[in-house]
């Protein structure tokens, strides 16, 4: 679904990304895990548009991308959960979410995609009159990410998701990624919380200052002695 080819990117004049190339399967959950610093925020920034590529290409679908602007890539069927949630405070759950129906494409589907979001956070069904800025952490979390779903994307780019929640809200956000899978969505996740990432994913790449220098398998992965010095520092 997704190719990405020596993407190189950054901030002003300050490279950050160096050549860093990576594919998602249609339908999968492929992760981009390393350490504080190493450009797995900037390579989904790149990827959506937010930080435009210098040198790389970017396929969707077979077509090129690589600078097409973020508000067009959601129109493609691309969306992303920004780290730090980005909510409207003083607007209910239900306006939140409809605001993220903004398209053609996801205006005409926006009842089957409320349904949808509904059926996996039943808790924003039931407070959906409710402020969003009320709301837990975690709940907020949620409200974020059905947010993004009722674009009706097939892609998802999820930064950070986890960061900041207690360890069961961590399990049930991490839960409900699983089942937005089970749903028939793609998703490209960045996360710090490695082993909760891996229990659901198909695939990973680990970055380090700004080049992948792992890739495989959950198991190989896990395995990975690059993987363990970069965390563990062994």
């Known amino acids: 679904m997704l190719n990405v080819r020596d993407l190189e990117t950054g901030y002003g004049e300050m490279q950050v990304l160096w050549?860093?190339?990576?594919?998602?399967?249609?339908?999968?959950?492929?992760?981009?895990?390393?350490?504080?610093?190493?450009?797995?925020?900037?390579?989904?920034?790149?990827?959506?548009?937010?930080?435009?590529?210098?040198?790389?290409?970017?396929?969707?679908e077979g077509r090129d991308i690589t600078y097409m602007p973020p508000h067009r890539k959601v129109e493609e069927g691309i969306t992303m959960v920004l780290e730090g949630r980005h909510l409207f405070p003083y607007m209910s759950i239900e306006e939140n979410l409809l605001l993220g129906a903004y398209t053609k494409r996801a205006e005409e589907r926006v009842d089957d995609s409320l349904e949808i979001v509904?059926?996996?956070?039943?808790?924003?069904?039931?407070?959906r009159n409710q402020r969003a800025g009320t709301l837990s952490g975690g709940e907020q979390q949620m409200l974020a990410i059905a947010r993004a779903l009722m674009s009706a994307p097939k892609l998802i780019l999820m930064d950070e998701p986890s960061q900041g929640l207690a360890p069961k809200l961590v399990v049930q956000v991490f839960d409900t990624i699983s089942r937005m899978k089970d749903e028939g969505l793609t998703i490209l996740?960045?996360?710090?919380?490695?082993?909760?990432?891996?229990?659901?994913?198909?695939?990973?790449?680990?970055?380090?200052?700004?080049?992948i220098v792992a890739e495989g398998s959950v198991?190989?992965?896990?395995d990975s002695e690059i993987v363990k010095r970069a965390y563990v520092g062994v």
């Open 118 to 127: 509904y059926s996996l956070f039943p808790l924003l069904k039931e407070r």
């Open 19 to 60: 050549g860093v190339s990576l594919e998602v399967r249609k339908q999968s959950i492929t992760t981009i895990l390393g350490p504080n610093g190493a450009g797995k925020t900037t390579t989904l920034r790149g990827i959506f548009g937010i930080n435009k590529p210098w040198k790389g290409k970017i396929e969707f």
């Open 189 to 211: 996740l960045v996360e710090q919380n490695v082993f909760s990432s891996l229990e659901i994913s198909d695939y990973a790449y680990v970055l380090g200052e700004g080049k």
């Open 219 to 222: 198991d190989e992965i896990k």
